[in-house]
């Protein structure tokens, strides 16, 4: 979007308004898009960043939320969004609940610090949300910390001691209760968390010493969690939910080219669709893969995703997912429970 200022010289007044940060959560049939948009111009740089949310309908509807916070001329705020069983919750500069319409219902609730370095990743089950992120600029390890937001009380940190890289972190749920995977010096690990938000294993959950992968995420298939990590190849593995690692050495979802930032936006998004799990990953070309409990790996093209390092985020659940993207603004596809490219072309969003 793009609207002019004086007369005087119109080419450094105009004030062009861009997407930096997407996130989406789903109450199981429509979802919440949450982002952060920038204003800035020419001659002056920032005028300021904007928290700002919608509905997009399980038709593929666009309604309009009365979320909409200023920041002022500051970079490095943060959005993300999840769902606690009961309505939407958008974290921010401060917590935001929104009910399932898309009105604003609660604000300026406690939430974890974060800085729009965080990269935060939230999902979703039926009685509370866990938001996972690590606070650091540079990409060195630093503790993984974990958000827990129950539907009917205060949201409290659960403090993971494991130093991670950013990126290399991620979660899922299998509507109850909540895997918590990320990759350290002594590997790609787990630990499970329950629906009262308490650490359910007394030591991580080894899922492969393997020591170099840039990126790590989780999702659910319908029977047990899929954990990914990576670098040129990714690999996944499946862990029941009652912690035990399935597929020794893994099996190969696909290759990438990790070109996002992960300081600003995960580089690979995984979750639940039906009775799959969807993982998403790429740089210049968008890809996704497929995987089915026993069943090969398929390839899930998304051609409707053409802009070079596009933010992307997902959120799904047994009826089907939702991916959304940057592209100067809001742009969203929705995927069926079978995997199906439900909007070819793409959903406007702002």
């Excluded at 982002?35 to 509905?55: M, P, Q, Y």
């Excluded at 990953?281 to 996704?288: H, K, S």
């Excluded at 799904?316 to 929705?334: K, N």
Aim: proline fraction near 5%.
């Amino acid at each position: 979007m793009v609207s002019c200022g004086g007369a005087n010289n119109p080419e450094e007044t105009k004030v062009y308004t861009i997407a930096r940060l997407v996130s989406v959560a789903t109450d199981g049939r429509d979802a919440f898009i949450a982002w952060v948009e920038d204003a800035e111009t020419e001659a002056t740089g920032l005028l300021g960043e904007t928290l700002r949310g919608a509905i997009l309908t399980a038709d593929g509807d666009v309604n309009a939320s009365d979320l909409e916070v200023s920041f002022g001329s500051a970079y490095g705020n943060t959005a993300q969004v999840l769902f606690d069983g009961r309505s939407y919750v958008v974290i921010s500069r401060g917590g935001f609940r929104v009910d399932t319409d898309g009105n604003v219902v609660q604000s300026g609730f406690w939430v974890p610090t974060l800085s729009g370095y965080s990269s935060p990743r939230g999902v979703s089950a039926k009685d509370a949300g866990l938001m996972v992120w690590t606070d650091t600029w540079d990409g060195y390890p630093a503790p993984l910390e974990v958000a827990w937001f129950p539907h009917d009380g205060a949201p409290f940190q659960i403090k993971l001691s494991e130093q991670v890289s950013l990126g290399a972190y991620g979660a899922a749920s299998d509507g109850t209760d909540f895997l918590v995977a990320w990759h350290d010096q002594a590997g790609v690990r787990a630990t499970r968390i329950s629906a009262a938000g308490a650490i359910i294993d007394a030591s991580p959950i080894v899922i492969s010493t393997i020591t170099d992968p840039n990126v790590v995420t989780a999702a659910f298939d319908g029977t047990d969690y899929v954990v990914a990590w990576g670098s040129g190849t990714l690999v996944a593995q499946r862990v029941t939910t009652s912690g035990v690692v399935l597929d020794p050495g893994g099996f190969r979802l696909g290759d990438v080219a990790l070109g996002n930032d992960p300081r600003w936006s995960p580089p690979m998004w995984g979750t639940s669709c039906g009775a799959s799990a969807i993982f998403v990953w790429g740089q210049a070309n968008y890809v996704g893969a497929r995987f089915v409990s026993d069943r090969p790996v398929t390839i899930l093209p998304l051609p409707v995703i053409t802009e070079e390092f596009s933010r992307i985020a997902l959120a799904g659940s047994p009826s089907g997912c939702f991916v959304v993207w940057t592209r100067g603004g809001i742009q969203a596809a929705r995927i069926g429970a079978s995997g199906n490219l439900v909007d070819p072309t793409g959903i406007v969003v702002r």
